[in-house]
């Protein structure tokens, strides 16, 4: 199994604060190279596509950044193979098991989790296998719990992280499970989509970081929220994310429309407006940017490609250019996010790498594991 070069290497235990995160992000297009690779070349891709080529409905399951995976996922699966996806917290199947699998039937329950260890998601494993249903699982972390429990499983050791907080590990399994669906559809194109895409988010990174990093000195926000529609909602909910664990800021994600509908109240200066324009809803999405804009607000936009109107409501603007199918294009709409998280939690003196209040998985108390609980967020 391929692996990338070693991170401790490049962030020692005395390096500067969040140098593990910075090598992290940095590193996701190499990850992603090596991780679809690995998973092209042991056939398992193929493999999984054919044990459940019959499934009419598919779960994805997590916890956390894992549980923003499965929106983007459960998204990408519907809009490839036209089959029934939804995305559902561990939490709320193990509290209201019936409300989610209920006049369900041949269907593929997805489990993720970047450490193979967090506690809701094994427990949610032991319920179905108990129910007797296959299960998938996905993690970063060979040898561990999850795979004992799960009916098949996608391990991708490259994308697995040092630091506490997930970002190559978020990109990577989110591109996995994309790739699962494209080969579940015969969807070459995007597969070839997804190849270059490495290649697309280099080049991103060679101005991103010290764009960003210039517009995080300039500034003081308050508040940030993140707005996505369709797929990009579980992007915009994972920036968010991004933002409250590394700088300790308060995040909010919405549905870009529905950001008219009361939450618009907060806008002014002292909050960060971040839009992740899709092309599908790009003009309805754009007119929304433009109120925000009118009304005062600071805004950071992402998309494929701007015309005028976005060029003009936008303080700090992030364009892809890429082709292909929008979609394949996810994991470009993150790398933002996680670099604002950054930068900022080093601007309030934090380290982004070890945010206060959390650990690297949660691992609950239970008294038949010998694990040491830890009561986190990741």
């Known amino acids: 199994m391929s692996n990338l070069p070693s991170d401790r290497k490049a962030a020692s235990p005395a ?12 590193s996701q297009p190499l990850c992603w190279t090596i991780s679809l690779r690995d998973l092209e070349d042991n056939g398992g891709l193929k493999t999984l596509a054919k044990q459940f080529s019959s499934a009419q409905e598919w779960i994805f399951i997590g916890c956390g950044s894992s549980f923003y995976v499965a929106q983007s996922a459960a998204a990408t699966m519907t809009a490839l193979t036209g089959r029934r996806a939804q995305a559902v917290p561990a ?86 499970l994309q790739a699962l669906a494209a080969t579940l559809a015969g969807g070459k194109q995007f597969l070839v989509a997804q190849r270059s895409l490495p290649a697309s988010a280099e080049e991103l990174l060679r101005t991103l970081p010290h764009r960003v990093h210039d517009f995080v000195s300039r500034h003081d926000f308050e508040d940030y929220v993140c707005l996505g529609q369709g797929a990009l909602y579980g992007m915009a909910c994972e920036s968010a994310l991004k933002l409250t664990e590394m700088s300790v ?99 309030k003196g934090l380290d982004p790498d070890r945010p206060r209040n959390l650990s690297r998985v949660v691992v609950l108390e239970d008294e038949d594991s010998s694990e040491t609980p830890e009561h986190a967020a990741i």
């Open 91 to 176: 939490s709320e199947l193990l509290l209201f098991p019936e409300l989610v699998l209920a006049a369900k039937n041949n269907f593929v329950p997805v489990l993720i989790s970047r450490s193979g260890r967090t506690s809701e998601v094994l427990r949610v494993a032991e319920l179905l296998r108990d129910r007797g249903i296959a299960t998938l699982g996905i993690s970063c972390a060979p040898g561990q719990a999850l795979e004992k429990l799960v009916t098949s499983v996608m391990v991708l050791p490259a994308a697995d992280e040092q630091s506490m907080v997930m970002t190559r590990s978020f990109t990577s399994m989110l591109m996995a």
């Open 249 to 347: 800021s308060y995040g909010q994600s919405f549905h870009t429309l529905e950001f008219r509908h009361g939450p618009k109240s907060i806008v002014g200066k002292e909050t960060l407006i971040m839009f992740l324009l899709s092309e599908t809803g790009y003009s309805e999405e754009l007119e929304v940017l433009e109120e925000v804009k009118k009304l005062g607000g600071t805004t950071l936009v992402i998309a494929n490609r701007a015309e005028a109107r976005t060029h003009a409501s936008a303080d700090l603007l992030v364009e892809f250019g890429v082709d292909g199918p929008e979609a394949a294009r996810l994991p470009l709409y993150l790398i933002p996010g996680q670099l604002m998280g950054l930068y900022t939690g080093l601007k």
């Open 15 to 26: 390096a500067p604060h969040g140098a593990y995160t910075l090598v992290e992000i940095l």
